[in-house]
Every structure is written in C-alpha cells, then in structure tokens.
C-alpha cells in the first residue's frame, strides 16, 4: 500500500516494481550545498550519469508538504533558485508535511523518503557526522543515527573534511553501520583521496559490494552502509591544501556564532571562497563519481534481485 504522504514519479514506481535499478539523490546539495546556477546544472548532471549506467535517478524533496521521489525540471530549478529553501532533517518532515512546506532533503531525510520508497542506493556528496569540537557542542549529525536504522547505502566520498573523521569512524562502528571502502584501505577526505584513517572492508566491484550489501539485508531490514568512494585523483585537492581553508572558515563560523543546522553550509560556502571556487569543482567531480558508483550498484543488486524473482 502506497503511503499517503509520498509521491512517486510513474517511471520511477515502475522500475521499482520491477526490481530495477534506482538510484535516490539529495537535495540539500541543491539548494543549500552549492550556489546557483551551477548547482541546477550540477543536479542535472547527476541524473544523466544515471541514466548512462542504465538505472533511474530519483532525486528527493518535500514540496507543499508532499514526500517527493523524482522531480521534474521545474521542481529542480525551484529547489535550485528558492533562496529561503528549507534545509530539511528526519526531524523537519512531519512540520513540513503540516504546514504544507517546502524543504531540501538531507541525507538521513533523503535516506528515510528513500526506504519509504524501496530504494536501496543512494547517491550524495559527502555524508554529516560528528562535527570538530563535538565533545562540546555536541553537533552530530543525524546522516549518522539514520544509516543506523533506514536500509539504505549510501555512496558517498568519505565524510566532509570540515568533520572531526577518527570520532566519524568512531560513531559509524559504535552504530553498527557497515564502512565499505571502493577500491580503497583508507577512509577518504571528501576533497582529498586520504585521511590516514583505515577502513577495514574493501570492495573492489561494484558486484562485490551488491553481495555484501544483499547479506547485510538478510541478517536485518534495518540499517544502511557506508560505501566509500574517493574523488577522482585529478580533481583531488591535498589534505595538506585544503585543510587551512577548513581551519579558517571554522574560526570564523565561531566568531559568528554559527551553529546548529546552519554550519555545514556556512562552512561548505566559505571554504568555496577561500579557494576560489576549487572545493567546488571538486564536490561535483566527486558527486558525479559517486552517481556513477550508485548506478553500477543499484544494477548489479538489481541483476541479483531478478534472479531470485
Ligand atoms: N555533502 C555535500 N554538500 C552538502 C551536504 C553534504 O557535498 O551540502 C549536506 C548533506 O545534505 C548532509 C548535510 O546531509 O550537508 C549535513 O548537514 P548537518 O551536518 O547539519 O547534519
Ligand atoms: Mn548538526
């Protein structure tokens, strides 16, 4: 039985049906991850990698309270150009579907609209996590507590660098989410290839990581996993590069009092002027590697699907 706040795109609900290849995108990147235009072109580009690898992309979003799975390109330039967007976490969904709103979906949302849905791929950025200076503020994310729970993995490269990625680990382990490296012994950095940090699973197939994924399924229908999936080495900006610009635009969220749901995007904009619009070129490199990870996944977990049918 459909659930009666969500709204699944025809082309989408049929390849569901029919145990085919999907692939959920968030929206938070959209509307608050990067500036217009280039964040309308960056979502574009990401569903037509998805559809190159022959899966159907699903991006995701609540609009006028409604839990949308697929959007059409008028919904994407709304999400894109609203300069008020709402940046909406797991917490947000049941206000915005009240009050009829409008919000960018986060990760964890985009992974509960996603499990609502049966979508078992996901593709994004970075994932949240815990925040540096966490032992004081507390800040961590809720993208960590939902892979903990929602059945769905996520793709994504690393954690963002702006993060405290030992205590990330940390957390991931603690909360029983499996951390799957691809075709890499080292949890990567978002924009750099490394962290120093191992991660103890590698997978070098998209095929091997759908069998693991399928076991982890059987054991329970609750929770994600983690794949880790490094930028592409060209567009790599070094650790050693990037991370003054981190320190930076943290010192100056404190000087401003940034805090809770707004930090991540002060600090994502601020580190995009600090390097002059490098750490953007490289998000979207890294977001369309990640897309294309997520359609080979979703296919080869598709295949596996259809063969048990
Ligand atoms: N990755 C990106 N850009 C982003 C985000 C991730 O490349 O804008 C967003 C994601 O939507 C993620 C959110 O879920 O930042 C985390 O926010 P917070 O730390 O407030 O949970
Ligand atoms: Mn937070």
Redesign the pocket.
Known sequence: MRHPDLDIAPEIAEALAQGGAVVAL????I????PYPGNLVTARALERMIRTEGAVPATIAVLGGRLKVGLDDAALEQLAQSPDMA?A?VRDLPVLIAQRRDG???????MRIAAMAGIRVFA??????V?RGAELSG?????LTELAQSPVAVI??GA?AI?DLPRTLEMLETLSVPVIGYRCDEFPA?YSRTSGLCIPVRADSPEDIAVILAAHWRLSNEGGALIANPIPSAEEIPAGKIEGHIATALREARARGIA??????FL?AHIRDLTEGESQRA?VA??LNNAQLGAKIACALSTSIKRSM
């Open positions: 968030e929206s938070t990147i509307a608050h991850g990067m940046k976490s960018a979906t986060t990760v964890a949302a985009t994004t950025g970075g994932i949240g996590g925040h800040d961590v994310s809720a993208d994504s490269a963002k993060l978002f809770g749901k707004d930090v991540t995007p994502l998000n890294l977001a």
